[in-house]
């Protein structure tokens, strides 16, 4: 691997700074004027207009049916894993290569993560490797496919779209009907990356995105459950407003529901953030051009790039490092390690992929697959600053 080499591409596509962060929001006099707007109303909770309006808006961009706009991307994920059907003791098939909240979201429902190993090529969930794994673990019984080991309902598959590149839907998809266990996108970071003409989160019955601060739009705090169900949309937004019945100064709640429901002024953010992100896009995708063509001749690293027939947000940029000479683990770990250590001092700030979930330690004794390439993966990759700025020349 050319560190030099490396160090030179970067510089020749980042502007010349001290620092330059990895994902950095933007915002201007759009976002001003909607919260001013937003105080001055008075309604500053989880009633107002701009509510309504960022779903109304959110589900024409992404095509979804129904919108439902909640406190963060995890309440999102806990409520479309609830509602589609997990339940205290069952099992939820996900990535081993996610942000913690995917298998916190599991947890919150009673349940346990079940890992399972990621492909190179979209570095998501690999439908052919779970497809295997399951032939070997899940047994048959009257209310649907269990853990033979655990005993444990096989309840959810949850792909999740890795630093914005869709994942191979179509294989899960299949995989999902095959085995009669629903899909639940873990859509976070995919806000604005399309499969195959149609925007990601739209493949299962229900799916979580999330507008946190370091996503491609923020809300301050914010997520949104998307589903195509009027009946699972109702639910949704039933049981994240406290389950209330009550009308009028009437105080009736029918189940414990959650105050999960977004604030109006997280909102108001949310559709002057919304109105960016066409450009956050282009931009993304132009920054991606730029990194992939300088560091095409860079030795020992391959720019990550969109899978075929998809269009990334590429909201993370990332390069996947050769394995080091001797092929030994630790190695390409030192190796990563070096690469990070020298990006850094030079104020360029990188990142290694998240620790495998099955590492930490209130995941370490979950069941899992044979994870190699979720190994490879996290011992190879590095994040690139990406922020949308950065594409703008
Ligand atoms: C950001 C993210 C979430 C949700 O995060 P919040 O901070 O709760 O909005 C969930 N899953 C993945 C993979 C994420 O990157």
Same mark, same amino acid.
Request: proline fraction near 5%; charged fraction near 20%; hydrophobic fraction near 45%.
């Given at each position: ?222 997520? %949104?459950? !998307?589903?195509?169900?009027?009946? @699972? /949309?109702? *639910? ?9 019945? +009550? =009308? ?120 899992? %697959?044979? !994870?190699?390439?979720?190994?490879? @993966? /996290?011992? *190879? ?9 950065? +594409? =703008?020349?």
């Amino acid at each position: 691997m050319d560190l030099p080499a490396l160090i030179e591409a970067l510089r020749r596509v980042l502007p010349e700074r001290e620092r330059i962060a990895l994902h950095e929001p933007e915002f201007g006099l759009a976002e001003r004027q909607a919260l001013l707007d937003c105080l001055d109303s008075g309604y500053v909770s989880s009633i107002g207009k701009y509510v309504d309006r960022f779903e109304q808006e959110l589900a024409a961009y992404t095509g979804a049916s129904h919108v439902v706009a909640v406190v963060n991307g995890t309440a999102a994920l806990h409520i479309a894993l609830k509602l589609a059907g997990v339940e205290q003791g069952d099992e939820v098939l996900m990535p081993a290569l996610s942000f913690v909240a995917t298998a916190n979201a599991a947890t919150y429902c009673g349940a346990r993560p079940h890992f399972v190993d990621s492909e190179f090529t979209s570095l998501g969930l690999d439908a052919a490797a779970m497809d295997e794994h399951l032939r070997h673990v899940a047994v048959a019984s009257k209310e649907g496919w269990r853990n033979r080991e655990t005993g444990a309902p096989l309840a959810a598959i949850v792909p999740m779209h890795t630093f914005g590149h869709p994942v191979d839907l179509d294989a899960l998809v299949a995989l999902s009907e095959r085995w009669h266990i629903p899909l639940v996108e873990d859509a976070a970071e995919s806000l604005g990356s399309v499969y195959k003409g149609r925007h990601t989160g739209r493949a299962g019955r229900i799916s979580a995105l999330s507008f946190n601060g370091n996503k491609i739009i923020t809300t301050g705090g914010g997520g %949104a459950i !998307l589903t195509e169900d009027a009946k @699972l /949309a109702e *639910r949704a937004r039933h049981i994240t407003t406290t389950a209330r019945v +009550g =009308r009028g100064w009437t105080f009736q709640h029918d189940e414990a529901g959650y105050n999960y429901r977004m604030p109006n002024l997280n909102a108001a953010l949310g559709c002057a953030q919304l109105t960016r992100l066409p450009a956050f896009v282009e931009e993304k995708r132009a920054l991606a051009a730029r990194y992939r063509e300088a560091l095409h001749d860079v030795a020992g690293l391959k720019f990550v790039a969109e899978p075929a027939d998809t269009c990334s947000n590429y909201w993370l940029c990332a390069v996947l490092l050769d394995e080091a000479r001797g092929s030994t683990a630790s190695a390409s770990c030192e190796l990563r390690d070096a690469v990070l250590q020298a990006t850094n001092e030079l104020g360029i700030m990188t990142r290694p992929a998240w620790d495998l979930l099955h590492t930490l330690p209130m995941y370490a004794d979950c069941p899992r %697959a044979a !994870l190699p390439v979720a190994e490879a @993966l /996290a011992r *190879r990759l590095i994040n690139l600053p990406s922020s949308p700025q950065l +594409g =703008r020349v």
